[in-house]
């Protein structure tokens, strides 16, 4: 897999090509101006999701409870996307198994709650540990497949999974598998939103950090050459394992999240479709991206809800539109074009931003 | 605070009453449009809309236009609930009308009861709104008839009028397709014959061979098939290209009650018996037929969405002017007596009973089409 | 990583064998490498001196035989294993890591030597970070020691294939390994560059003790830095022992080095260059 | 006795199928390294215009059967052009979830033009109904056309890639698109030639399939794909005549499964349920994946430094 | 035969050849010398047409080659060894040598083409059913040789033809490029490290530094030139 430059590798072309201008200047520098660039966008960026609820609530009125309870989910999605990412974007495993993380740790969570009645926070945490455990289990045989081979085999994998909880649904005579007595505040839009963002930008904090560590250059490491990553002492198998338990983890906490966002589980979160949509997530976003991850989820994530916004039938002169059986087509042309114009993803959108920044920044500095 | 629960406080009730004004009233209906559900959905939607267009064309309801939005939930009942609110907190609907697939429905029963929304026609086969009556439900009211209670009636034709001994049953693997084996079941020993096999399927399932030679070792006097359109008649196919014939053929439940079923089917086809709970015999038939004159073949689909939208707007119109949930309820509950649905069977919910129709009769295919072969059959009299 | 202090040869292959389907590779070769010294590979092409080096770092799991670096067996552990035994090595085909920049490179290759893992990772502060600040440095100083220091921050996969080399080369060194494996090293770098990097062996060796094992094409660095050749034809030893004598050896000039080197040989005379 | 040849030869017919299927998928991802998942929605397409043909133009079998194997090339060679070339360069899990997409549009489109294809009609062939008598075993016309068909493709194409100039050029692609080009190799005709054949191939599949069944819709294929990309990874991905032994490998196990645990129960588990059975056969693909992760016939993929 | 003009080249914003202009005669051999990232493989790149060029134009044989593809300048007669030898790992040797004849047609022609070539590289021949992919540095590099000289060029660019080949093949390397253009008038460009060889063989040589051509003069008097000697001879 070849990968173009994110906005976490960029160095300015034109400045380093000229290698005289570039060593006086002090290391270090440009990593200066880009840690700089990343924290304020990260500033902005929480500020904004603290202020949305109230924008919303001004903006919105009554529906904005409701409005906001869509915009958790795309927080939801972003966990997703970056488990996925970091999996493949990153550690190189082409696995389409995540949604069997999805959907199992949402059923352990509504099991133990609902069936058990067990305490919410037991079942998060239970969701989590097993959707951990699968993801070693997962992970062990992924160690020998690769390529296009892994990516059949956990789709089957996942199509599997969703099989058998629909079987036992079935046998349990469910018709729905309802989540029920959730913490209050979970019921309440504005907390969950809160709630499900202060996790998102937690993980994303803790992954940047990650990866930007040791962990994370040996699952850059992998990606780019396994030969070398092994001869300078990189263990293949402990660190494709760990990014699959990592990514197993985060994507159960993930599922466990959407049953608690949805209020039911149900066995189409472990199908192909779910899991293709992950992988979409970090092709269109920008694979290996943290803000890829980000902006994937919310395409994929997000733009079929905006798409069934569309009035349905919808008058164009005097032909009648039904768009509701268009909008998979209209969702499906909106995907290809991002893919034909955007073929790195559409953090690329922001590397280009950066390195004209970067570009313009530095040329200050020559004339200085 | 707006709920309308009190429908004599103000000058302009309408005004209090979500998706209630002057000139429309806005209702939501959930029908996947966009997954697995497409094929029956897109129609069921487009005979709503037939409906409603004929109404508002003579002036609506009491004065009121009718406004019908439909959200898309994919057919995955985790969606449901994000378009359930959709329709009542962003589009600001006043009452829910069709959400397709049993869990989908369960999933907005729970939003619209505890919000006291009128729900009407749930469509899923599911028993869960039979049994629980109005009093778990109370503010659900279900249309169309059960599995359970079709596999009652299906028992009892083959064996008192088909006098059938032993039966297959292919079923689809879920909790409708199981409802449909239990009952069946136990309405064949009750009439002295028995289910003599019984096979599952998976709906994405594509080669029925190993189902054929299963039912054929059993040798059945006839096969009963449970589920949908495609998987049912790709074991007909099977069977056929086997040369498998079972001695009385086939009977299929109400999904296939549609006559693009049996063109699907081709020569194979001929003589099978259907389940189905619709006929366009009586007036509002005809009219729906000569509405749809211009389509290609009769959907089933779309006339179950016609006459169910009529049965909502009947209700609508009996709720009277002062529209409000309370008032639809009343007039749900209550003047629903032995109403005539205009499809066949008759319809009476009380405020203890919001169960659908439990008539069915039976259809069999003679040159590929449709033909009504028995009266209807009440399930409380087979199997009280 | 065990001390063992011991006599004998740092690196002891005995009878390796490496077969790939009917092509036998390697056949039955011995080979002494004493702590310090500075050994060249040499041969033909496809006489299977890339394939003893991966034998060596565990890409290729010979058919028989037996490899022992500092007193470990070698064959009974895994690649990643043996690397921080203290083994470094560069590619013939550079197998850099190309998505990243040339200082992640250098990062990337003190793997061994550095501890963090998932926990302290995924913080912003500690050990993690501290590691890294330190290996930081020291990679800034490889890069200095190779005159690479301007390419830091570029990515490296567009860089020039000359400099990619020494990245290669820079990448390996910054291990400190104690055996350094170089494949060609020369290749693809510039005739008066080749005199520097041969200074630079040089001086490696002496200061920090590094062994080198040197597979080379280049017979003028070869010349310039090697204690001792052997030469590999088909897989087999063909010669062994002080550059100009295994240089001058008929049998070498005729399978490897050709009229050219003879007609020099003959002119010149082959000196052992000083350090 | 019967019931089991029976259900073996069912297994055969639909494992070739399956072998059928992916015949031009695995050329695809050989040449140009795409997973293409748009390849149900192109047979179907093809499929659904030969009923179209049939149906509202009522052309003769053969006539409409002629029509759709020229028209398929034609689109294959449309969606080289429209879709396929601008997303050459990109990296290959982008080229993979772009033919997801184009799966998308393309089933809306056969959707928004033949609406009566949204539900399931009837395929007629004038196989149908034709069948041989051997013993009690019946083997019907339309699955000895498929054996037949299937086979012969797998022959040509396969000699096709290993010794015509154009198929070692079409590998060549697949290692280097740069290097083909300066061997003088039009990367593009070749790109669409790969398209139009694979095209081709996928409506000789969805016209079998259908008229296997006599049914079809927009959607006819999709059940059949994953089965079809398992047996091609059990196969190889890489070997053709791998991919085909692979595919009626899962056909010939899951028919043999669903009949040989019909009805069994191990305790209270319903063995014969399709969600036992159908995790059963998942567990085995996986099982033979580990002992041989390049597939059973597959070459394992080949680094060297 | 060649003509090179005011030839500007670059990745994206990135210029890398700041308008190189020269001129390759019928039947010549030049040199084309420089230090590492000088452009000698982006020259190399923009002449087969992998990249594209910013400004300036390229004639072969009074053809202007600027609009032309890849692909078509091969049957314009112009093939290139590339840097880094771009095998088609997954096919045999062999197959290699018959993608290198792709615009030919006469069966015979090839198989004796492909003859010749195994007699001048013998160890390729033991190898021949090998996957390209499992060859060694060498022999690599003496199939992607190989495999150029399958198209019959009329003129033959060559990106360090020598690289990771042993001293005696190196031989035959300079002796097959001298054959050929002594025999049948092909012309030839070359990038080469080993300076002394490539002065050797060539007639003329273009020393490029830093994207722009430095100094350029027949072969021998360069060779006699101190900083020559000095910047690429290694003294
Ligand atoms: N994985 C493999 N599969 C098949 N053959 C291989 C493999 N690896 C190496 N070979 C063969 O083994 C022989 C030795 O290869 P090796 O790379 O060791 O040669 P080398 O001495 O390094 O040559 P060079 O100087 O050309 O790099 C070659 O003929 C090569 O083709
Ligand atoms: N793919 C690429 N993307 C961006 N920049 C590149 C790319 N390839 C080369 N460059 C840049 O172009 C410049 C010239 O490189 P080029 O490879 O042409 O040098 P060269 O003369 O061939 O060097 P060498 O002797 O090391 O092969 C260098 O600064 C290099 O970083
Ligand atoms: C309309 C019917 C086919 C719906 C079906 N009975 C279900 O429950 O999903
Ligand atoms: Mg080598
Ligand atoms: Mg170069």
């Known amino acids: ?368 | ?384 | 990583m065990a001390e063992v202090m011991q006599a004998g040869p740092l690196l002891e292959i005995q009878h390796l064998s490496v077969r790939f389907g009917g092509l036998t590779a390697i056949n039955e070769l011995d080979l002494q490498i004493a702590e310090g010294e500075i050994f060249a590979l040499v041969g033909p092409n496809g006489a299977g001196k890339t394939t003893v080096l991966n034998c060596i770092s565990g890409l290729i799991k010979p058919a028989a035989g037996s490899i022992r670096f500092a007193g470990n067996e070698l064959l009974s552990l895994q690649a990643h294993q043996r690397a921080s035994l203290g083994i470094g090595r560069t590619f013939q085909q550079l197998q850099l890591f190309n998505s990243m920049t040339v200082l992640d490179n250098l990062l990337t290759a003190r793997h061994t030597q550095l501890h963090a893992g998932i926990l302290s990772g995924i913080l912003p502060f500690g050990r993690s970070k501290r590691e890294d600040a330190s290996t930081r440095q020291q990679a800034m100083d490889t890069l200095v020691l190779l005159g690479l220091e301007s390419y830091a921050r570029r990515n490296t996969g567009s860089l020039p294939f000359g400099v990619q080399k020494l990245i290669g080369v820079a990448r390996a060194l910054v291990l400190h390994p104690r055996l350094l494996l170089l494949d060609e090293p020369a290749a693809g770098v510039p005739p008066q560059e080749v005199q520097e990097l041969a200074a630079r062996l040089r001086s490696w060796q002496n200061e920090l003790g590094t062994t080198l094992l040197l597979i080379e094409h280049n017979m003028r660095l070869v010349q310039a830095v090697a204690d001792r050749i052997c030469v590999l034809d088909y897989g087999r030893k063909l010669a062994e022992g002080a550059p100009g004598i295994v240089l001058s050896n008929p049998a070498v000039l005729e399978a490897y080095l050709g009229r050219g080197a003879t007609k020099k040989v003959q002119q010149e005379g082959i000196t052992h260059a000083e350090s | ?305 | ?235």
Not at chain 5, 117 to 145: N, V
């Open chain 1, 1 to 368: 897999m070849t990968q173009k430059p994110t906005m976490d590798q960029v160095s300015g072309p034109d400045v380093a090509a000229q290698p005289e201008v570039e060593s006086r200047r002090k290391p270090g520098l440009i990593l200066q101006l880009k840690n700089q660039r990343n924290w304020l966008g990260s500033i902005c960026g929480i500020l904004a999701l603290i202020v949305l609820p109230q924008v919303y609530d001004q903006f919105f009125g009554s529906s904005s409870a409701f409005q906001l309870h869509r915009i958790s989910l795309i927080g939801i999605f972003i966990l997703a996307a970056l488990a996925q990412n970091i999996l493949t974007g990153y550690a190189a495993q082409p696995s389409l198994g995540n949604a069997a993380f999805f959907g199992v740790s949402a059923y352990i969570l509504t099991w133990l709650s609902s069936d058990l009645g067990q305490p919410y926070w037991i079942g998060i945490l239970v969701a989590v540990l097993v959707s951990a455990l699968l993801g070693v289990l997962v992970g062990s045989p992924a160690l020998r497949i690769s390529g296009a081979h892994l990516a059949v085999a956990t789709l089957g994998l996942v199509t599997t999974v969703g099989t058998l909880l629909n079987y036992w649904d079935t046998t349990a005579g469910r018709q729905n598998y309802d989540l029920s007595n959730l913490p209050d505040f979970l019921n309440d839009d504005h907390t969950l939103y809160y709630f499900i963002f202060a996790i998102v930008v937690c993980l994303l904090f803790l992954s940047y950090h990650l990866l930007h560590s040791r962990v994370g250059r040996a699952w850059i490491a992998i990606r780019d050459n396994e030969t070398a990553a092994e001869a300078f002492g990189i263990n293949l198998t402990k660190y494709k394992l760990q990014a699959f338990v990592i990514s197993a983890a985060m994507t159960g906490l993930a599922g466990a999240l959407y049953a608690t966002w949805a209020t039911t589980a149900s066995s189409s979160m472990s199908s192909a479709d779910q899991t293709i949509a992950f992988l979409a997530m970090i092709v269109v976003g920008g694979l290996g991206s943290l803000t890829g991850s980000v902006l994937g989820a919310i395409f994929v994530g997000f733009l079929p809800v905006l798409l069934g916004q569309l009035p349905s039938p919808m008058l164009i002169g005097t032909f009648q539109l039904q768009i509701s059986t268009l909008i998979t087509g209209i969702y499906g042309l909106l995907l290809l074009l991002v893919l034909i114009f955007f073929p790195s993803g559409l953090s690329s959108l922001g590397a280009r931003a950066g390195n004209w920044l970067q570009r313009n920044c530095s040329g200050e500095e020559q004339h200085g």
């Open chain 4, 1 to 305: 006795m019967i019931a089991f040849l029976q259900v073996v030869i069912a297994g055969l017919v639909t494992g070739s199928l399956y072998g059928l299927l992916t015949l031009g998928i695995v050329l695809i991802y050989r040449t140009t390294g795409v997973l293409n998942f748009a390849y149900g929605a192109i047979a179907a397409l093809c499929a659904c215009f030969m009923y179209i043909l049939l149906t509202v133009a009522r052309l003769n079998f053969w006539l409409a059967l002629l029509l759709t194997l020229i028209f398929a090339p034609l689109l294959g060679i449309v969606l080289e052009r429209g879709f396929a070339r601008p997303v050459l360069h990109a990296p290959i899990f982008t080229k993979a979830i772009a033919t997801l997409a184009l799966a998308l549009v393309l089933e809306t489109i056969i959707q928004a033009i033949w609406p009566q294809l949204a539900e399931v009609q009837h395929f007629s062939t004038p196989f149908e109904g034709q069948a041989i008598r051997l013993g009690g075993l019946y083997i019907s016309a339309i699955d000895i056309v498929i054996l037949v068909v299937t086979a012969a493709l797998m022959l040509g194409l396969n000699l096709f890639l290993l010794r015509t100039r154009l198929g070692i050029a079409m590998r060549a692609m697949a290692d280097s698109i740069p290097a083909t080009r300066l061997m003088g190799a039009s990367v593009g005709r070749i790109f669409m030639l790969v398209w139009a054949m694979s095209s081709f191939l996928a409506a000789i599949c969805g016209i079998l399939l259908a008229g296997q069944s006599n049914l079809i819709n927009v959607q006819f294929m999709d059940p059949i794909l994953l089965p079809a990309f398992i047996g091609a990874v059990l196969g190889g991905l890489d070997s053709l005549p791998g991919s085909l032994i692979g595919g009626i490998l899962v056909g010939l196990v899951s028919n043999l499964l669903a009949y040989l645990l019909a009805g069994h129960t191990i305790g209270s588990l319903d063995i014969g349920n399709p969600a036992i059975r159908d995790s059963v056969i998942f567990a085995g693909f996986v099982i033979v994946l580990l002992i041989r992760p390049q597939g059973l016939r597959g070459r394992a993929l080949l680094r060297r430094v």
């Open chain 5, 1 to 235: 035969m060649l003509k090179v003009e005011q030839l500007h080249v670059g990745y994206g914003s990135l210029e890398v050849l700041h308008g190189i202009s020269f001129e390759v005669p019928q039947g010549a051999i030049v040199a084309i010398l420089g230090s590492n990232g000088a452009g000698k493989t982006t020259l190399m790149r923009a002449l087969s047409g992998l990249i594209p060029i910013k400004a300036g134009n390229i004639e072969l044989m009074s053809k202007p080659l600027r609009r032309l593809a890849a692909e078509r300048r091969l049957r314009e007669g112009l093939a290139l060894v590339p840097e880094g030898r771009e095998l088609f790992g997954s096919l045999t040797v062999r197959e290699n040598l018959l993608m290198g004849a792709y615009t030919r047609h006469s069966r015979i022609e090839i198989e004796q083409d492909i003859e010749r070539i195994l007699t001048r590289f013998p160890r390729l021949k033991t190898r021949l059913q090998a996957h390209a992919a499992s060859l060694s540095g060498g022999e690599g590099q003496m199939l992607a040789i190989g495999r150029a000289l399958m198209s019959h060029p009329r003129l033959l660019l060559l990106d360090e033809p020598s690289h990771g080949l042993a001293p005696i093949i190196v031989e035959t390397v300079f002796e097959v490029i001298e054959q050929l253009n002594r025999e049948e008038g092909l012309t030839i460009v070359l990038v080469e490290q080993n300076a002394h060889q490539a002065l050797d063989v060539a007639h003329t040589a273009y020393i490029l530094q830093s994207g722009s051509i430095v100094l350029n003069g027949e072969a021998t008097v360069l060779t006699a030139n101190s900083a020559v000697q000095e910047l690429y001879m290694g003294g």
């Open chain 2, 1 to 384: 605070a707006c709920n309308g629960g009190n429908p004599n406080s103000g000058p302009s009730p309408a005004a209090n009453v979500p998706g209630v004004s002057n000139d429309t009233i806005t209702i939501g209906a959930v029908l996947d449009t966009t997954g697995p559900l497409k094929v029956i959905c897109a129609p069921i939607l487009a005979g709503d809309q037939l409906y409603f267009d004929k109404i508002n064309a003579a002036g609506g309801i009491n004065g009121r236009k009718v406004k019908l939005v439909q959200v898309s939930d994919d057919g995955n009942s985790t969606k449901t609930k994000g378009a359930v609110r959709q329709l009542f907190e962003q589009n600001n609907a006043f009452a829910l009308f069709q959400v397709c697939g049993s869990g989908n429905a369960n999933v907005a029963s729970s939003y619209t009861n505890a919000k006291q929304i009128p729900f009407v026609d749930p469509i899923g086969g599911g028993s869960k709104f039979n049994d629980a009556q109005g009093k778990a439900l109370p503010w659900v009211w279900m249309t169309q008839p059960n599995y359970g209670d079709e596999g009652h009636v299906i028992g009892y034709y083959l064996t008192n009028k088909q006098h059938a001994k032993t039966v297959g049953l292919l079923y689809e693997n879920d909790v409708l397709g199981l409802q449909q084996k239990t009952t069946l079941g136990e309405s064949l020993q009750k009439n002295g014959a028995q289910l003599s096999t019984s096979v599952g399927y998976n709906a994405t399932q594509t080669d029925f061979t190993a189902a054929v030679q299963t039912m054929k070792a059993a040798h059945p006097d006839i096969i009963v098939l449970n589920g949908l359109p495609g998987p049912t008649a790709k074991f007909i196919a099977a069977a056929t290209s086997q040369g498998y014939h079972p001695p009385m053929g086939y009977l299929a439940n109400y999904p296939m009650a549609d006559n693009s079923w049996a063109k699907v089917l081709g020569p194979a086809g001929e003589d099978t018996y259907v389940s189905g709970y619709t006929s366009t015999a009586a007036p509002i038939g005809q009219e729906y037929l000569k509405a749809t004159s211009a389509d290609t073949s009769f959907s089933a689909y779309k006339f179950y969405g016609y006459i169910n939208a009529k049965i909502f707007s009947d209700a609508l119109m009996k709720a009277g002017k002062d529209l409000t949930r309370d008032s639809l309820r009343n007039a749900l509950d209550h003047d629903f007596s032995n109403y005539d649905t205009g499809f066949g069977p008759s319809l009476t919910w009380t405020p203890d009973k919001h169960g659908g129709v439990s008539d069915f009769m039976f259809l069999q295919i003679k040159k590929a089409q449709l033909t009504q072969v028995s009266d209807f059959i009440k399930a409380a009299q087979v199997w009280p």
